[in-house]
């Protein structure tokens, strides 16, 4: 959560970077591990740079008051470089290739220490006379032989460290004024002398120059498109610049060089006569010119014009102490005001810092924001409303460090009004807002608390003298209505004119307060009041002047700046505040400055007064709360006393209704038993009613059953009858153990019915026995649910008695109850009695249909098993069965071939043959014989008794089909009827 002012990478350890924040710490991050590796303190003031040696191990990073030297393995502080505070340092980095240090100082000294020692190796020479250049920017060529700089003007410094001197000076084109950022191309050729100088200038354009020929090989941005920062590859291949409108643009430098590596046209020069002398410093400057090739149809204008700057002789101190934070300079911003009579309104907040020279001390700004609200202004939303919160909340802020710095400003009543014009455009930064206070009232409001707690005299007294010097008619018409100082002077200067100018009227008039000297503030309102002379000369009412001097009038805010400038410049010196007052003195970085220019024992005073009545206050405020509570405590008391009673009448109607309630419950319960009685006959009739119906259903399915054995029985004797007279009358040809096997076979068919008939109507009767069982389970819970009932129903009962016997205290009550409770307990034995007899009841009758189920479950795989087994024995006896009807058949088929070769019916065999082919009977080959037919038995015509023994065994195969048929329809509606006892649908859990 805080701003980054610095990065720097290529650490020995390459997942590790260094980050400098804004609260002037240096942290160290792993980007593998994405944690915080260390956490290095120990500036006072934002690290702007961070220089990484080339091994990686080391690191120096630059303030303005300080550069320290760090162990990146250890993280522990290794050297501190201490400098005077009015020096300042720019910047402190490692040359690459060596181990020496390079620091540069604002005061244009540039020094090289050894690493390995910290001694100093040497010092740069001061450049020659009229080429004076306060250094702001920096770059040094690979092999660290060449030093580059540049600042506050179109000119650059070319210094060779191994001779430790100056060697040329490049003049940039007109349209540079000043260089913001230098960085040396690299070229993979070039050894690591660099040739080629990226110059970032002010007008957002980067401009590559070659310093041998100082040729203007190409340039990247332009006006519309600028580039606000940009940095080259370390293979000088690309270069990244971060825009002004945010945008991230690469360039390639291959594509950027294209046009310049063509070859040059042909050149004609002129060689003209040179000057008799040549200063020193202009046989250094050269010129830096286009080096891109200009066509015929190119205008003059479009040539890029270079001029000499006038060489400036070394600084004097008048130009030092004009010198100002940011690169600016004090009489070039009085130029420009004097000129436009204010500051453009988009850098205007960044020249009135740089002229207040704000020192931006973080850290006691801290300590002061950190005491809290002042108690003098907790309350301030009541005297001055402000709609917004923020604001409100800024002011309060401020008022509060203001009054912890000094213990004036919590009793001065126009602090307020003094600091809200700056607290409104300074909202978002506390701490300039703060500042810019600080200094006002340190500057421009001297001698003011002198008098405290009345108006500055002295100072009124001065602007008094003024007045009189310029303008004694206006002073005797306000001395002659009353119309002191501070009823014309005092109300402007402790609202600092917020009350009587507008917004833009009182931005410009600051702006010429903070561009001179502190009198000049004096000398602004002297110049309000004489400008207004026309209608303070109609004003002949002491109520009319205060309202003047208090809310906004037609005068031209122009004229009276100029006034005030004709004022400091008129006004003796006898008489003139500027002999009064003390020169500008921004406040000290580090630590503000002890501010007690007062008064003491007035504030003191004063302040125990404040606190004397403050304590009143509290006191009374105790004592008022402490009154509230006892009220409080009293009316509450007197609501728990109506409550109680409340209560007890709630109890006594409840008494009442319960006494009631018994008597309905008692009749009630003489109904339940006759509803019980009731139903427990309705019950015994159903149960009655079911069970003569399932006795009628069981003899309707005997009879059904013994009706459809009979038909069978009756259907099989005609059956058998039939065959026993065909038989009969085959007598000669069919065997007699055939007669015997077929009756076996319906015996034990007939066997497997009545059995399987049997097993049904056991299933059905286990069915019936357990829905039987169901319904008394069922008849049972509800007499437990009925019983839960009336168990619960008397315990509420009981603790409702017990509940208005404690009330009532009554003797003859609790003895009722005690044998209540004791009947209960009985009744409650019984219960729990019968309710394990129930379950030793139910888990017997659970265990016997368990052993039942275990038993039927066994009993229906040992019949599953026998019914198997028959069924092999059944077709064993089928498959014999028709082997002897094979073997019959081939010994008929025998017979008849023979007799058809004795005979002579070869004709009638081939016709038999023709009608078994229509039929699709298969026909076989037998050697030693014709075709003849041996699949179907009722094509065999050819003879009488081949023909009677395929009828046989024809209606043979009808008579079993039948029986087959008549088995799997009884053995369905038998189903149908009874589900199988372990049918998923009827299956019982225990």
């Avoid at 600016?328 to 009135?352: D, H, I, S, T």
Wanted: glycine letters at 4%; hydrophobic letters at 35%; proline letters at 4%.
């Amino acid at each position: 959560m805080q701003a980054c002012t610095a990065l720097a990478f290529n650490l020995r350890r390459k997942t590790e970077f260094l980050v400098a924040l804004a609260d002037y710490s240096i942290k160290c991050f792993d980007t593998g591990t994405q944690e915080l590796v260390s956490w290095m303190r120990g500036h006072e003031s934002s690290v702007s740079s961070i220089s990484v040696h080339g091994s990686g191990k080391y690191a120096i990073t630059t303030s303005t008051d300080t550069a320290q030297l760090w162990d990146l393995d250890t993280f522990q502080r290794i050297r501190k470089l201490n400098v005077r505070q009015s020096v300042g340092i720019q910047k402190v980095f490692f040359l690459p290739l060596s181990n020496t240090i390079l620091s540069c100082f604002k005061d244009n000294s540039v020094f090289a220490w050894e690493f390995d020692t910290l001694h100093c190796k040497y010092q740069l020479s001061a450049p020659v006379e009229g080429s004076v250049l306060f250094y702001k920017v920096f770059a040094v060529t690979r092999d660290g032989q060449t030093l580059a700089a540049g600042g506050k003007s179109n000119h650059l410094h070319l210094w060779c460290l191994e001779l430790k001197r100056l060697i040329k000076i490049i003049q940039m084109p007109e349209k540079v004024r000043a260089v913001r950022h230098l960085e040396f191309l690299p070229d993979s050729f070039d050894g690591g002398s660099n040739q080629v100088l990226g110059v970032l200038s002010q007008d957002n354009i980067m401009r590559f120059i070659n310093i041998e020929t100082c040729k203007l090989l190409f340039d990247i941005g332009s006006p519309e498109e600028g580039i606000s920062t940009a940095v080259i590859s370390p293979n000088g291949r690309y270069i990244a610049s971060v825009m002004e409108n945010g945008s991230l643009n690469l360039y390639s430098v291959q594509a950027l060089t294209q046009e310049g590596n063509k070859p040059p046209p042909f050149t004609f020069k002129v060689v003209e006569d040179g000057p008799k002398y040549t200063s020193e410093a202009n046989k250094l400057i050269t010129k830096v010119t286009s080096e891109r090739s200009k066509g015929p149809w190119k205008s003059k204008q479009s040539k890029i014009q270079s001029r000499l700057l006038k060489l400036q002789a070394n600084t004097s101190l008048e130009n030092k102490e004009n010198e100002l934070p940011g690169g600016l300079n004090k009489k070039r911003l009085q130029a420009l005001l004097k000129g436009f009579g204010e500051y453009p309104a988009k850098y205007r907040m960044f020249v009135w810092r740089s002229l207040l020279q704000l020192p931006e001390n973080h850290l006691a700004f801290s300590s002061l924001i950190d005491r809290g609200i002042h108690s003098a202004y907790l309350n301030i939303q009541k005297e001055y409303p402000i709609k917004s919160g923020k604001l409100l909340r800024v002011l309060q802020r401020t008022l509060s460090a203001l009054a912890h710095w000094s213990a004036i400003f919590a009793e001065t009543p126009y602090i307020p009004l003094l600091a809200f014009p700056f607290v409104k455009l300074f909202q978002n930064n506390q701490l300039i807002c703060f500042e810019v206070v600080a200094t006002v009232v340190v500057n421009f409001c001297q001698h003011w608390f002198e008098y405290f707690p009345n108006p500055p005299i002295n100072v009124l007294g001065i602007m008094e003298n003024v007045l009189a010097h310029h303008d004694k008619e206006l002073l005797q018409h306000l001395i002659k209505y009353n119309v002191t100082s501070q009823v014309y002077a005092w109300p402007l200067l402790e609202t600092l004119l917020s009350e009587v100018l507008t917004r833009e009227e009182w931005l410009k008039a600051f702006d010429n307060i903070f561009s001179n000297h502190p009198s000049y503030f004096l000398m602004i309102v002297v110049a309000y009041v004489i400008c207004s002379r026309a209608a303070l000369l109609h004003c002949n009412q002491a109520a009319d002047f205060e309202y003047f001097f208090h809310h906004r009038n037609n005068v031209d805010i122009n004229v009276v700046i100029k006034e005030a400038y004709h004022l400091m410049e008129a006004t003796p010196l006898d008489i003139h505040p500027q002999h009064m007052l003390d020169d500008f003195t921004p406040l000290p970085k580090g630590q503000y400055p002890v501010f007690n220019k007062y008064p003491v024992f007035i504030v003191n005073y004063q302040a125990q007064k404040w606190e004397k009545i403050r304590e009143d206050e509290i006191e009374y405020l105790r004592e008022r709360q402490l009154a509230h509570e006892s009220e409080a405590k009293a009316q509450e008391r007197k609501a728990e006393d109506e409550a109680w009673y409340r209560k007890q009448k709630l109890l006594q109607e409840a008494e009442e209704q319960r006494q009631k309630i018994l008597l309905e419950e008692e009749k009630l319960a003489e109904q339940r038993q006759r509803l019980a009685v009731v139903k427990r006959e309705l019950k015994v009739k159903e149960l009655q009613l079911l069970d003569a119906s399932r006795r009628r259903f069981l003899n309707y399915q005997q009879d059904q059953l013994q009706m459809e054995l009979k038909c069978l029985d009756d259907e099989t004797a005609r059956k058998a009858s039939m065959r026993q007279q065909e038989t009969n009358a085959v007598q000669d040809i069919e065997p007699e153990s055939q007669k015997k096997l077929l009756e076996q076979h319906l015996i034990k068919d007939q066997e497997a019915v009545t059995k399987e008939m049997k097993e049904e109507v056991e299933a059905h009767q286990r069915k019936v026995d357990l829905e039987d069982q169901r319904v008394r389970r069922l008849i049972e819970i509800d007499k437990e649910e009925i019983q839960k009932a009336h168990t619960v129903a008397e315990e509420n009962l009981a603790r409702a008695e017990q509940k208005h016997t404690d009330t009532s205290g009554r003797l003859q009550p609790q003895r009722r109850l005690r044998r209540n409770d004791q009947d209960r307990e009985k009744r409650y034995r019984e219960i729990v009695k019968l309710l394990h007899d129930n379950r030793v009841k139910e888990a017997e009758l659970l265990k016997a249909m368990r052993e039942t189920e275990e038993k039927k479950q066994e009993d229906a795989v040992q019949n599953k098993a026998q019914l198997e087994e028959e069924q092999k024995a059944a077709a064993a006896a089928d498959g014999h069965r028709k082997q002897f009807f094979d073997d019959k058949m081939n010994d008929e088929l025998e017979l008849a071939e023979k007799l058809q070769r004795e005979d002579g019916c070869f004709e009638r065999l081939r016709d038999l043959r023709a009608r078994c082919t229509e039929r699709g009977v298969e026909v076989q080959q037998v050697p030693g014989s014709g075709n003849i037919c041996l699949s179907d038995l009722s094509t065999l015509a050819s003879s009488p008794h081949n023909r009677r023994r395929a009828e046989l065994a024809r209606q043979e195969r009808e008579l079993m089909a039948e029986v087959r048929r008549l088995r799997r329809r009884l053995t369905s509606r038998a189903r149908a009827r009874h589900p199988p006892a372990h049918s998923p649908a009827t299956t019982w859990s225990p």
